[in-house]
């Protein structure tokens, strides 16, 4: 089953890096990208939207980061307030049976 998985994923992969290569030799206008305070040099449309896309991922992950690290912390919480739960529930079971003897 895991030889399986692999091999999906590296059927994924590989299509993913057709249609990257696809997507670049299609895409060779260089193009000057003019912000409102600096110019950018010209370079391949395919090079802009794929650092677009990267700042995008990335902005994306640090976006998410508070909310990881607060259901990260509120797991441990719980985790926490469990073992001590089951801690109490142990200590009344033996003490339940300590009064039948």
């Known amino acids: 089953m895991r030889w399986i998985?692999?091999?999906i994923l590296a059927v994924i992969l590989l299509v993913?890096?057709?249609v990257g290569i696809l997507f670049a030799v299609n895409n060779q206008q260089a193009i000057a990208l003019n912000l409102i305070w600096a110019e950018l040099p010209a370079v391949s449309l395919s090079i802009w939207l794929l650092a677009t896309l990267a700042v995008g991922v990335i902005v994306g992950m640090l976006a998410m980061l508070g909310v990881y690290v607060r259901l990260k912390a509120r797991l441990a919480r719980s985790e926490?307030?469990?073992k001590q739960q089951r801690k109490e529930l142990d200590r009344l079971r033996t003490q339940g049976l300590k009064e039948l003897a």
């Open 80 to 82: 926490r307030h469990n």
């Open 16 to 18: 993913v890096m057709l």
């Open 5 to 7: 998985k692999g091999l």
